[in-house]
């Protein structure tokens, strides 16, 4: 645990014990509404378009967060956002999380409250009606998170990354490369001197203040363009990730086509590899009017040799790995 | 990393890098039949009955398992079978897990197959037909698996824990304490001197080829009696993790009854204490047929003052807190 959460009074979790730990958050939660919430061996959702939408993804501290740089709220809202997300990219709108968190016995409540907090403020914004149904609390020596979201297609066809057609317009919703400027300049300038990530250092620098730095710490996928893409016959839809770069390689790749992006409208290089973004990358039809916040940045073409052009120049599509890229030591 | 796994020569997860590992993995996994499986941001699945069931799990090196004492086949065997239990428990058959694993770097990538192929070969023996359809694979320092399984009720109602009415009958099905009786057997014969878990005294112990060691390891929830006990108008229903008093107590409460345990069914410490044997813990109508595994082990009475009694005498019904009573340092 980190030292910010250790100066504070508030008893640990392991002083109050999982019961009382639990009764602390849950109330915090948002609550949807689920045919069979919390409280039992597994919650009963609604399925009245007869198909449900997964997706699960985990936040390990340190890899993909670090205390020095965000606030328990923070991570909260970052864990369902992410997950939303993923839900918005197949054309469905989230009906229900469910968390599963382990962390360290010397945490305060309190910061499992925030996280819950975060996690509330995050659905009511994004996505007003969804709720946490159920999760699992444990303990660990590092602080992890793993959430789980569903959502409903009403009667639409889930969008795949694998539809796209020569001719379709290629286009995004969502801010591209803001969150991976933030993430910059907290390598820059939120580190002490010997690299370390540090939140003397951020608040010193004025990094906290940082617009770029506040989305990079909660992102705001456009949920509900999720459904409207959907509506409007997207032929393939992505969510933002890893950056317009490789995630327009997997969807080229699935689709087998050749994406050529626009310089104007990704005209830096955060833009095309910045991560994090949690936008929504899809393809419609040339003749589509883009619904809600998408806007054009290139063209698909039949595939020729590279994944992902800008302005007729291949970009590289590879990029970060869990496995391979991350050095524990330096962050 | 355990000393176990680093005398391996087979390369290491940082070695191979993210989609090398899922390449190797997930064509070990059981498939099962979704509408779209793991590549997407979701996979869908169809829920003809207009419901489907959720539960998500957690488990974590040090508090959850040892790999002094348990093989990456039996963590990930045990990982599928505790969730496809939990959706048992609501009376419904399991359709799907998703999987959100965190390894250290230095993990051989055989360790994460080998998981693998525990997860494949659970849900092959417990629940055909179920599969995996989707995940992630993250990095940490500390191996975790989280384990989200989904359910169908097939027109039936969800089996709640708070169904129960005085004059049913109790019934377990599955076996009651061999987990418990194999994991103190673990902690007496599977320990160096100095108290901490070690595969070599597990070994020259015997407790290797021990029964209750085994079914401790692999656990074998009877999850086709999670179906036929709603089938039979079961009025209440637990997966029995934390064993029958504990569990026994959380069906009492949540039904305001008292449970009285027959002692010739519920001999010992073991049955009535040991946890994760994951049998069915469920009352019926007291003229019910029981059916499946299910046997009879006690009465439903009116509540008065305790949760649980065996042969009338009161039994306590508070247990394993995982924030209160883990001890990192000692296991």
New interface residues.
């Given amino acids: 645990m980190d030292a910010q959460h250790r100066d504070q009074p508030a008893p640990t979790?392991?002083?109050?014990?999982?019961?009382d730990?639990l009764d602390r958050i849950v109330r915090r939660l948002p609550v949807g509404d689920p045919?069979?919430g919390p409280?039992?061996?597994?919650?009963?959702?609604?399925?009245?378009?007869?198909?449900?939408?997964?997706?699960?993804?985990?936040?390990?501290h340190?890899?993909?967060f670090r205390w020095a740089w965000s606030s328990p709220e923070d991570i909260g809202w970052k864990a369902a956002a992410t997950n939303l997300s993923?839900?918005a990219?197949?054309g469905?709108r989230p009906t229900?999380l469910?968390?599963?968190?382990?962390a360290p016995?010397d945490t305060p409540v309190t910061v499992l409250e925030r996280f819950a907090d975060g996690v509330r403020l995050a659905v009511e914004a994004l996505a007003p009606g969804c709720g946490v149904?159920?999760?699992?609390?444990?303990?660990?020596?590092?602080f992890?998170v793993?959430v789980?979201a569903?959502?409903d297609?009403a009667g639409h066809a889930?969008v795949?990354?694998?539809g796209a057609r020569p001719g379709d317009v290629v286009a995004v919703s969502g801010e591209l490369g803001r969150a991976g400027r933030g993430l910059a300049r907290l390598f820059r300038d939120g580190v002490d001197g010997s690299g370390e990530p540090s939140r003397t250092a951020t608040v010193a620098s004025g990094a906290d203040a940082d617009p770029d730095v506040a989305r990079q710490r909660r992102p705001v996928p456009p949920i509900g363009d999720g459904v409207l893409a959907a509506e409007t016959g997207a032929t393939a839809?992505?969510?933002l990730s890893d950056g317009l770069a490789i995630d327009g390689g997997r969807l080229a790749r699935?689709s087998r086509v050749t994406l050529d992006l626009d310089p104007r409208a990704v005209p830096d290089a955060f833009a095309l590899h910045g991560g994090e973004d949690h936008g929504l990358l899809a393809t419609f039809p040339a003749e589509a009017v883009l619904p809600g916040g998408f806007r054009r940045v290139g063209e698909v073409r039949d595939r020729a040799g590279h994944d992902v052009l800008r302005g007729g120049e291949p970009v590289p599509t590879t990029g970060w790995?869990?496995?391979?890229d991350?050095d524990?030591a330096t962050g």
């Fill in positions: 979790v392991g002083e109050v014990g999982e019961l730990v045919m069979v409280g039992d061996d597994c919650a009963v959702l609604a399925a009245p378009d007869g198909r449900y939408v997964v997706t699960t993804d985990m936040m390990v340190g890899p993909d993923d839900v990219a197949m469905a229900g469910v968390i599963a968190l382990a016995q149904v159920g999760g699992d609390l444990s303990t660990s020596s590092t992890t793993a789980t569903f959502g297609l889930p795949l990354r694998s839809m992505l969510d699935a790995d869990p496995y391979a991350w524990g």
